[in-house]
């Protein structure tokens, strides 16, 4: 059991990350009164410009991007009443073979150690008691969220602070029906039975994971309304519309359900697992 408010920490890599993948545990164990940690280690400065520019296209103003991309997270964070965001500050790493990956303060090129030892910093000032990051391929294998991992369970490791730790993933079930909403919306996805073949070379490239390799699945339909919001407030990024293409609903009927791994735990709670503080709630006395 732990004294005083209990803490969650997201460790992302983005401006919108957190919106995507953890929007409804943030607004829903804020709402539970749990103070929410949102740790974003890059600026997204490959993201996209104005009218979805490209990072090395006409247009694309890399500072512009950022201030556009920290106004939108800020608004974020207050849609998810996130209690605090840091930012880690480096330079966003693009995606993988992108020049930026080598661009001096590049996340990617940054040591493990150095931007471990900051997030520690931080998971000393805030003691969480439970840290959410990516898995080892950063999910779907982006390098800085891959990088974002390593220091993560670097810091974690150094501070032995959280006592329960998690990865984001989704269920490989529920990944076919996303993809045909999201082709009904117009989104150009390759064919699944494709990608999955194109995929199968490289182990560990697959997004996801079977429905019993998934420790930890959290009700958070009821906050949809705030994750759609969340991602609305990132709209100067592509890859969001689809999902706001799709309606509240259908959004909210996909995404209602946040899954998780976890990784590491001192509270010994039972798996399959359906809240992340379990183990960590006070007990009613009496
Ligand atoms: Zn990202």
């Not at 590491?264 to 503080?277: K, N, Q, V, W, Y």
Request: charged fraction near 20%; glycine fraction near 10%.
């Amino acid at each position: 059991m732990v004294d005083g408010p209990l803490t969650l920490m997201a460790v992302h890599a983005h401006p919108d990350d957190e919106a995507a993948g953890t929007g409804g545990i943030l607004a829903r164990y804020a709402a539970e009164g749990i103070r929410t940690v949102l740790v974003t280690c890059t600026d997204g400065a490959c993201g996209d410009g104005p009218g979805g520019v490209k990072p090395g296209e006409q247009g694309h103003d890399p500072a512009a991007v950022v201030a556009v991309r920290q106004a939108e997270l800020e608004a974020s964070c207050a849609v998810l009443n996130v209690t605090h965001l840091e930012l880690l500050g480096y330079a966003d790493s693009g995606m993988q073979g992108w020049p930026a990956n080598d661009t001096p303060g590049s996340f990617w090129r940054t040591p493990v150690a150095e931007a471990a030892a900051r997030l520690a910093e931080l998971m000393q000032r805030y003691r969480p008691d439970v840290v959410v990051t990516y898995d080892a391929n950063g999910f779907y294998g982006h390098p800085d969220h891959i990088q974002a991992h390593r220091v993560t369970m670097a810091a974690a490791a150094a501070t032995d602070i959280p006592a329960k730790l998690y990865w984001t993933t989704a269920p490989r079930s529920k990944m076919a029906e996303l993809a045909a909403r999201m082709r009904e919306v117009g989104a150009d996805l390759p064919d699944p039975e494709q990608a999955d073949a194109a995929q199968a070379d490289t182990p560990g490239a697959l997004i996801g994971l079977p429905d019993d390799e998934i420790s930890t699945w959290v009700e958070v339909s009821a906050f949809g309304g705030q994750q759609f919001a969340a991602l609305a407030a990132h709209a100067s990024q592509s890859d969001n519309i689809f999902f706001l293409k799709m309606g509240l609903d259908t959004f909210t009927e996909l995404m209602g359900t946040e899954t998780f791994v976890r990784a590491s735990d001192r509270t010994g709670a039972a798996l399959p697992e359906d809240d992340l503080f379990a183990g960590l709630r006070q007990v009613p006395e009496g």
